[in-house]
């Protein structure tokens, strides 16, 4: 692929130009920050990996741990409602889950099948990732 000097000098340009724009700009009556309208494409691919990178954690410390802080009680809370049942998790191996369904007693039903586990575990990415990002959106706005 050829880039040619022309469309180079356009990126930079668009990127000095939003470098010499303000950060913050003056406060509006209401007293919240300015938040700029449009999203510059040059930071999406870095927040989604953000995004992506603390839902794996959060994924990774319920597998291990349980659900202890509040994100991640909220994300398998979520994954409960959504299934309907009580809900257990056990690791098979490095990258496959086992979910299990449980009585009030934390006692097992029945272990799902590993197509069941599977929806289960990308449904957990998911709502891990909206969840996150629900969360830097208001961090954002505060």
Known sequence: MVISPYQVNNVLRVYGDQLRQPRVSSRPESGRAYLPTKISSFGEPKRKAIIDKVASRIIERITRYGPDEDVEKEVFQKLKDEYGAHLDIDRKNQNDLIFKVIDENGETIQS????????LSNKLKEIARHTVDKNMMKATED
């Open 112 to 119: 799902l099948s590993i197509e069941d586990s599977r929806f």
